[in-house]
């Protein structure tokens, strides 16, 4: 029998309004503020409401967007208190994820962290905040992909959007992008060291700090 690889099956229409609008948020195309009908959503995208409507349902199951009645929908907006319960749930998941990684992280992960880190920097030199914000998802979702656990992963990658979303402001702020490289390389070098607790301490400190930076720049 010959053995042929499968054809991947093209995305659904659903799927594709979701990246695309997920996309447009985290790139600041849809702003705060404003409420946005989804037949003129629709008809901007080339799709009909219904895909539309189904990428909506999920965007707003993650937190991103809000449905307006008899109006449309527009980006959520976050108060102090959901900064504070989302910083909450990532310090829990993150540095539980660095206890259960750091003594079996190879060489080769390691590198893959550097070079997210070496990103970073180059975005911190030209002062790039949406270049750094990716730089940091990529680092953090690294650490997380290392855990081998799915269900984790999405959860991790919804509080990055979250958090991305509440906190690029505060990286223009106070030097944070420095500090925030600062704080990954210790994450790192506690990774080298194969010290689990070192890591998980060096996680939390970071995510506190990122807390208080985005509660300073926060404006409800």
Known sequence: MIKLDKIDKPASLAEIAYIALRESILTFKLVSGTVYNEAAV???????????????LRLSSQGLVTFLPRKGFELARYTRKDVE?????RQTIETAV?????????????????????VQRTAAA??????????????HNLLCEFADNSRLMSIAENFQDLCHLMGTRALTDNGRMAKAINEHEMIVSAIRQKDPEKAARSMRDHLEKIRTSVLEAFQE
């Open 42 to 56: 629709a008809a901007d995208l080339g799709l009909s409401r219904t895909p539309v409507r189904e990428a909506l």
């Open 85 to 89: 319960e989302i910083f909450e749930l």
């Open 98 to 118: 660095l206890r259960k990684i750091t003594r079996r992280v190879s060489d080769s992960e390691t590198a893959r962290l550097e070079e997210a880190l070496a």
């Open 126 to 139: 030209r002062g790039d905040a949406f270049a750094f914000m990716n730089s940091d998802r990529v680092f």
